[in-house]
Nanobody
Framework: QVHLVESGGGLVQPGGSLRLSCEAS????????MGWFRQAPVKEREFVAG??????????RYADSVKGRFTILRDNAKNTVYLQMNSLKSEDTAVYYC????????????????WGQGTQVTVSS
């Protein structure tokens, strides 16, 4: 089990940028697939971006809605995964969660056992 803490959310104007961070506990962070999900009011939690662990060569995957705008990165020395969000749109407004999975990356939220508390991102003028 891994404990996750997100930070970096806030209010930003359309077209702006934010960087979310997710710090994980544990000594085997590099083996975990890490995913970012988001949930807007009255909507289901959806996959945003993910990055595999070392056994799957750090490969990444993005939702079509964020390709070219968001980038997921991990720093294994700091046990931290980041989500760099550029060209933000109002439809990106949601609570963003990071999740960890001791297996290959998945886009299905139910496949993740460990979740952070979430951080609010609001895109509005």
């Amino acid at each position: 089990q891994v404990h996750l803490v997100e930070s970096g959310g806030g209010l930003v104007q359309p077209g702006g940028s934010l960087r979310l961070s997710c710090e994980a506990s544990g000594r085997t962070f590099s083996r975990y697939a890490m995913g970012w999900f988001r949930q807007a009011p009255v909507k289901e939690r959806e996959f945003v971006a993910g990055i595999n662990g070392q056994d799957w060569f750090w490969s990444t995957r993005y939702a079509d809605s964020v390709k070219g705008r968001f980038t997921i990165l991990r720093d294994n020395a700091k046990n931290t995964v980041y989500l760099q969000m550029n060209s933000l749109k109002s439809e990106d407004t949601a609570v963003y969660y990071c999740a960890a999975r001791q297996s290959a990356l998945s886009v299905i939220a139910a496949h993740y056992a460990d979740w952070g508390q979430g951080t609010q991102v609001t895109v509005s003028s």
